[in-house]
């Protein structure tokens, strides 16, 4: 997929889907402002884009803060001339417990980096990709944004709701040439999985009946399909990358 028409931006790059992604899209010829908090992570990605012959540019920032986020895109703009796609992925586990165990000040942290960023994202971006001609955008939610589980009642309001705001913002501009689509992975194997111990690890894998977790370029290659020109009318639509976990 030639993506090298597209100029964009990725949010939480520094680490994970959103670190493949980058290198996933980068490979196709997508230009990408990589917006991470934490600044020396991002810098040396964008270093090994550019040592691969991509192209992308540093922004360090909390998604969290509107203010933030607009700058980036607007840097985005700036840099590349043109805003065309967006990965909005940033996000935390946030409180593990059941919901009258969680505090109301963690319940809303979560909210805010999780939910409120989508919004924020979308808020910056859609201006930019009028500008542009037209747009696609990809939000990230999770299995979690379609089913519930009982010990993290923050994240799934989280991302239930990213599955609302991203259809609801499909029906708005589809006839404005954007496209809004979210995409919902299952457990994907990343650091954070391999700190586990073996037997929440086997429950975790037991979930999906392809009785394995997903892999980060798994994620990636759904993300580089749904920006290109590749998904042309696939619009509004939730898309599972769980090896089958929702489809129990
Ligand atoms: N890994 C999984 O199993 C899984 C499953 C379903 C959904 N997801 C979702 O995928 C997305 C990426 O998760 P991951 O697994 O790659 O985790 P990760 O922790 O490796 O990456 C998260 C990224 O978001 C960034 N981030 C977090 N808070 C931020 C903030 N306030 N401002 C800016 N950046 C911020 C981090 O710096 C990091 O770059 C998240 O939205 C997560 O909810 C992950």
Known sequence: MDLRNKAGIITGASSGIGRATALRLAESGAKL??????????KELVDEIAKNGGVAAAFAGDVADPAAVEKAVAFAEKEFGFVNIAFNNAGVPGPQALLADISVEDYKRTIEVNL????????????????????????????LGVVATPLAAPYTATKFGITGMTKAAAVGYADKNIRVNSIHPGYIETP??????ESTLSQMIALHPQGRLGKDIEVANAVLWLLSDASSFTNGSSLMIDGAYTAQ
């Open 116 to 143: 409120n960023s989508i919004f924020y994202c979308m808020h910056a971006e859609i201006p930019a990709m009028l500008r542009a001609g037209g747009g696609s955008i990809v939000n990230t939610s999770s299995i």
């Open 192 to 197: 954070l999985l391999q700190e586990l111990d």
């Open 33 to 42: 402002v990589l917006m991470a908090r934490r600044e020396a992570l991002i």
